[in-house]
């Protein structure tokens, strides 16, 4: 394993979880970082709606890169069966 691909790797896993450690628990600071970031107002229904997106994205990128080193892992392993 060389090192690009040991960042690249743990970067897989590092940048989803921090994502999903950041995201604000009330839709009112979501939209409160929406407006702040880009200028543009949103509903609170709608912050919510981003929330619950962004928390589904987050979750469903862990489960990939996990997924991904299971069957990275299983291919090694029965490959290098004695």
Do not use: D, E, Q
Request: hydrophobic share 50%.
């Amino acid at each position: 394993m060389n090192p690009r691909s040991c960042c690249r790797n743990a970067a897989g896993y590092f940048l989803p979880g921090v994502g999903l450690a950041l995201i604000p628990k009330c839709p009112m600071c979501v939209a409160a970082y929406v407006v702040a970031s880009t200028g543009i107002g949103v509903s609170i229904p709608m912050a919510a709606g981003i929330r619950w997106g962004l928390i589904i994205f987050c979750i469903a990128a862990l489960t990939f890169v996990a997924a991904r080193n299971v069957i990275r892992c299983v291919k090694f392993v029965t490959s290098h069966r004695l």
